[in-house]
């Protein structure tokens, strides 16, 4: 885990959506259940701006500002993704797992807080 990561737990950050809510991955043909982006300007374990899942947004968006609430540690693979949420929202562990699991359930993790 990159340990600059749990700095934003708490945290105001602005995402870019790349993979609005409904759309489809563009290798793996999926659709996405929720908004997924990145942070701009950042790098993660991978070598790509870091991931965010924003949880607690219903329709497809381009950008959110939103409070990191957690990270999901992946074990088995050198990636972390933020969890993203509207300012004052929360969601349990459980909750982050059933809206990540459509991509997350490929790999072994831990959700840090």
Do not use: W
Request: proline share 5%; glycine share 8%; charged share 25%.
């Amino acid at each position: 885990m990159n340990q600059e990561n749990i700095n934003y737990i708490g945290k105001e950050v602005f995402v870019e959506i790349d993979r609005p809510m409904n759309s489809k991955h563009p290798k793996h043909g999926f659709v996405y259940p929720v908004n997924y982006g990145y942070v701009p300007n950042t790098v993660s374990g991978d070598g790509e701006e870091l991931d965010c899942y924003v949880l607690g947004v219903n329709e497809p968006i381009e950008t959110f500002k939103g409070i990191c609430i957690a990270i999901i540690h992946r074990t088995n693979d050198n990636d972390d993704k933020l969890i993203i949420v509207p300012n004052g929202m929360n969601f349990t562990d459980e909750e982050i797992r059933y809206y990540t699991n459509f991509q997350e359930q490929y790999f072994e993790n831990e959700i840090i807080r």
